[in-house]
């Protein structure tokens, strides 16, 4: 029998996915928990999860629409309470039963923070010591957290797929949702199913926030004790971690791997470390897991579970912490283009937690389109606020800079700064921002690591601040503490927003603004006079039926180009507000004058320098001319590929047979000697660039005599006789 399971599953291995799926699910179904499957288990792991489609299941690849008979059988096998699952817990019936996972196929973030010993108490049972050396050398999982961690290192570890922005619908995206729906449920009344109540395999956490061997430094932002109020009960609490269990692998390991940040640079060279790059499906399922832990932290005050409770309310705190520096690396890192919306819509809403109190997963996970959301900012929230200065302040001054140097005539730049703008323009939020900066900056005159630092005595400058009739002196303290515990460089300075010397910086970019509205204007008023003035005439119809004039794709860019300047208006009016800056003043004439100033200013007397530089590349070249071969030039979108490089070949042999006959004729002094020169290319020099020994540029000049040519041309079909006696092309006396 044994030796007939372990066939099974190998023949198993070699079926076409589809059928592999059915017979797999078969196996599950019929099989009890036994040694052989316990061996086999791994496999298929690797199976389900190696980097190649050729091998793996491909679950970045498989879409909805690509494959939608694939990609339900796919969700119907690895869905939470789907084969895979029931095989999990078959083998949870053996408590003993364990997999290692190597330490260096995590990010390397989380390797060193579990080397160094300030890990979570989560990982404590699961660390393998090398006997020898004592170092940390892999984790030992049971199978259902050698699962998850294997399905979180997928997203991470597998960079052989190119990212595409098609495979957003995928199963991998959808089964993302799918687990932070059932392991981690929002109603407080929902049980994680199935009740497995036999497995006792998890030691009991007595204070989960400390690290492994050592206690960690008291936090104000951290609760002290994720087990509950109370530890004497220790029978109760292996019973209770017993039921939340799942929920808290789920969480933990999708935080620690997903938003884990690339490193570049470390002392163990010699080590094997992964390269993780965030691509933007990493980025997009990031964001559905901090609006979920949103959603899921909302209701920690409902939940009857002591437990349970604590668990919801941790998952914020650890969130909020990894997701800071995750954030500021991918602002960092990002490249200047349209692309960084995915980045600014997961820190948005990562500062808006308002937003998510409701369930709004389902709403990703069906593709559904996300509905306004009634719930605002208030009194409440101060405290998230507080506990999370550092990422409204401190991305927001990284963020800015970048509207510096982007387009904003752009249907994509404009709604990412109007996005921008109109979030933090809500009600409250920049005003408790300002009184706290300002009681941080007072009190402290910027925030430097030392170990006199404390911040628990709260001086009566910090009891002065309030806003809306809320006292803020504590958390002013808190807001001290998150800039202290998030930024750990020594020389950290917090360096505040709202001051009169960045008011001049505030200026400059309203001006900037207000500047692309203008000139998105007057984009409109002439690709609107463009589209007017076609003339609808035969030559028109004939070119739109050749498919060399479209006007679809001009028409979209239009209706997209109309918007630009309500969203770049709505922009000024959002970021005078923010800053405090008052509209009439701004906006002055001289505005434009001082923009073209720059074009002929010494950088040495310009603080916008390399701004104008920029704009200088950025704008429509006037002065550059193609010097190559005509013919050869790219083929423009008013061009049709096929009649472009079907003529060119035609032209081609009609040259080389005829390119004698061709110079005579352009030679000729008479009638047809004037038509042939209408007809053909006149002689040119055409210029080529070749590089010499010391890789430097040369240009070469080769002069082309005249030949036919179709590319300008291509409604000559018929070429007038030439005279009599030129070689076969017909002649008249």
Excluded at 47 to 73: E, H, R
Excluded at 601 to 621: E, G, P, W, Y
Excluded at 693 to 715: F, G, P, S
């Amino acid at each position: 029998m044994a030796q007939d399971l372990m066939s099974q599953f190998y023949t198993c291995f070699n079926l076409p996915l589809q059928e592999r799926l059915l017979e797999l699910t078969r196996i599950v179904d019929q099989t009890g928990p036994n040694k052989d499957l316990q061996s086999l288990f791994p496999q298929l792991i690797n199976n389900i999860f190696a980097p190649s489609f050729n091998n793996g299941w491909g679950l970045k690849t498989v879409t909805v629409d690509g494959n939608k008979n694939l990609y339900d059988m796919l969700l119907a096998f690895l869905e939470p309470q789907g084969p895979m699952f029931q095989l999990c817990y078959k083998l949870l019936s053996d408590q003993q039963l364990k997999y290692n996972l190597p330490l260096n196929v995590l990010p390397l973030d989380l390797q060193m923070t579990l080397e160094r010993g300030r890990c979570p108490q989560f990982y404590a049972d699961l660390l393998t010591v090398d006997s020898q050396s004592l170092n940390i050398v892999g984790l030992t999982l049971n199978p259902f957290d050698y699962y998850i961690f294997n399905f979180a290192l997928h997203l991470v570890n597998n960079c052989q797929y190119k990212s595409s922005w098609e495979n957003w619908n995928s199963v991998y995206f959808a089964l993302a949702c799918d687990y932070l729906m059932h392991f981690l449920p929002t109603d407080p009344n929902v049980p994680v199913l199935p009740h497995i109540p036999h497995y006792t395999g998890k030691m009991p956490m007595v204070a989960p926030l400390q690290t492994v061997n050592r206690p960690l430094s008291q936090s104000l932002l951290l609760i002290p004790d994720l087990s509950g109020i109370s530890n004497q009960h220790s029978a109760s609490q292996t019973q209770t971690r017993n039921e939340v269990w799942r929920s808290e692998t789920v969480l933990q390991v999708f935080i620690d791997i997903w938003i884990s940040i690339e490193q570049t640079t470390s002392g163990n060279i010699d080590r094997n470390y992964p390269t993780i790059s965030s691509s933007p499906e990493r980025v997009r399922t990031v964001r559905v897991l901090v609006k979920h832990i949103h959603s899921f932290s909302a209701k920690y005050l409902s939940d009857p579970a002591t437990r349970s409770s604590a668990l919801r309310k941790y998952a914020r705190q650890i969130m909020c912490a990894r997701a800071y520096h995750y954030l500021k690396h991918l602002v960092t890192t990002w490249p200047l283009d349209a692309s960084f919306r995915l980045v600014m819509e997961l820190w948005l809403s990562l500062i808006q937690p308002w937003r998510y109190t409701n369930d709004t997963i389902s709403q990703e996970r069906n593709q559904i389109q996300e509905e306004a959301n009634s719930n605002s900012l208030d009194a409440s929230y101060t405290s998230f606020i507080a506990e999370n200065f550092p990422s409204y302040t401190c991305i927001f001054q990284l963020v800015l800079p970048r509207f510096m140097w982007l387009d904003l005539t752009t249907y994509k730049n404009a709604v990412m700064l109007f996005r921008l703008g109109k979030v933090f323009s809500q009600q409250h939020l920049v005003p408790i921002l300002w009184n706290l900066e300002r009681a941080i900056t007072d009190t402290a005159s910027g925030l430097h690591h030392s170990a006199e630092n404390n911040y628990n005595n709260n001086s009566t400058l910090d009891q002065s601040y309030t806003y809306n009739g809320i006292a803020l002196y504590k958390w002013v303290t808190i807001a001290k503490q998150a800039l202290s515990e998030l930024n750990l460089s020594a020389n950290f300075e917090y360096n505040p927003i709202w001051t009169e010397n960045r008011k001049t910086l505030a200026m400059e970019f309203v001006k900037k603004i207000h500047t692309a509205k203008i000139a998105a204007e007057k984009n409109v008023e002439e690709l609107d006079k463009k589209l007017n003035c076609q003339n609808p005439g035969i030559w028109t119809m004939i070119k739109q039926w050749l498919l060399i004039a479209n006007n679809d794709e001009d028409i979209l860019v239009f209706e997209e180009l109309k918007k630009v300047p309500a969203y770049l208006n709505n922009s000024i009016h959002y970021f005078c507000h923010i800053f405090g800056l008052n509209e009439n003043m701004l906006i002055t004439p001289e505005m434009d004058v001082e923009e073209v100033s720059q074009e002929t200013s010494s950088f040495a007397n310009s603080s916008n320098f390399a701004l104008s530089i920029t704009n200088k590349l950025r704008s429509k070249a006037t002065t550059v001319h193609y010097m190559g071969d005509p013919d050869l030039m790219p083929i423009g979108s008013y061009e049709n590929t096929i009649l472009v490089r079907m003529f060119y070949q035609i032209a081609s042999r009609l040259n080389e047979i005829y390119g004698q006959e061709f110079s005579t004729l352009w030679n000729r002094n008479d009638f047809w000697g004037y038509v042939w020169r209408e007809i053909l290319q006149k002689p040119c020099t055409i210029h080529t660039y070749t590089k010499n020994v010391t890789n430097h540029n040369n240009i070469k000049d080769r002069l082309d005599k005249e030949r036919l040519t179709t590319r300008m041309a291509l409604w000559v079909v018929y070429l007038p006789p030439a005279p009599e006696g030129v070689g076969s092309i017909p002649t008249t006396g």
